[in-house]
């Protein structure tokens, strides 16, 4: 399948690595030249815009930071939408905000005839790379059969759980509960190092009861060996939580764990620490150089 695909950071290079893996035809583009150099190292050929991307493909997938960048990349100059083809489906791996998304996905429908999926994931790029990611996906039951052969190909989880917007009012939830806990393990770590447990022993000692999880296993054997390398950025996680902040405030939800987990990240940015790992939070817990 010919896929136009837009965004070569960290995910999108585990994205399209994953794509080219699978033989299908990737043109990549991203607003640095280094990352479009790189990408065509492992078999994407790159794009000068948007538009060059989405030029003739039947999928247009997009990975990028923010919201603002997104409408952009469609919509802006070059865009994809001056090219793409009124068959095509648009595939969105973003994290992006609600009533945005709705509202793009209209316009694009208006504009060109394309459909609209927003498929925002979790797992980061190992999981993308190997195609074990979750994926929640919002769309039309017409564009979601579209888009699920190409997919598949890179889920370990693949749901359709609702209409344009569902995804990510789901990934909304998913970030409550993975964000806050990047504290709790944080805290938790902590408390066992403080307390003299051989911490290595941790994940095994409590995996198999109520207190194991996958991001425990994923990310405590990070934070014990102080590995800040971002898998993601410490201020990804901050725009995240800023946005279910909003969506909590449109659907008068409580949100007080993820209220203070993101007082606590962004005093991590404020202490220049906006592009280590969420993980790095364990920093203000454990007394570590800031």
């Not at 990737?26 to 991307?53: C, I, M």
């Not at 759980?161 to 902590?190: D, H, I, R, S």
Request: net charge negative.
């Amino acid at each position: 399948m010919r896929i136009g695909f837009l965004g070569l950071g960290l995910m999108g290079e585990g994205f399209t690595r994953r794509l080219i893996e699978l033989e299908h035809e990737v043109a990549g583009f991203d607003p640095r030249q280094e990352r479009r150099l790189a990408a065509s190292e492992w078999g994407v050929s790159p794009a000068d815009s948007p538009a060059r991307a989405a030029d003739g493909a039947d999928l247009i997938l997009t990975c990028v930071t923010t919201t603002d960048n997104l409408e952009q990349a469609i919509f802006g100059a070059s865009g994809a939408a001056e090219t793409i083809g009124r068959d095509a489906v648009l595939v969105d791996f973003s994290t992006t905000v609600v009533a945005r998304t709705t509202a793009m996905a209209e316009r694009l429908k208006t504009a060109t005839g394309a459909g609209w999926v927003d498929a925002p994931v979790s797992g980061g790029p190992p999981a993308a790379t190997a195609g074990k990611l979750a994926i929640m996906a919002g769309a039309g039951d017409a564009d979601m059969a579209r888009a699920r052969p190409v997919l598949d190909g890179l889920a370990a989880s693949l749901v359709h759980v609702g209409p344009v917007g569902a995804g990510q009012v789901t990934k909304m939830v998913n970030q409550v509960c993975v964000l806050t806990n990047f504290v709790v393990l944080a805290e938790a770590l902590n408390l066992a190092e403080r307390g003299g447990v051989d911490t290595g022993k941790l994940v095994d000692a409590l995996g198999s009861g109520y207190a194991g999880s996958n991001l425990m296993r994923a990310m405590w054997p990070r934070m014990i060996a102080r590995d800040y390398a971002p898998a993601g950025y410490l201020r990804q996680v901050l725009k995240d939580l800023d946005m279910v902040h909003d969506l909590a405030h449109d659907v008068k939800a409580a949100i007080p764990m993820s209220t203070q987990a993101a007082e606590l990240f962004r005093l991590m940015a404020a202490r220049g620490h906006e592009d280590l790992d969420g993980i790095a939070v364990l920093k203000l817990f454990t007394g570590e150089p800031m």
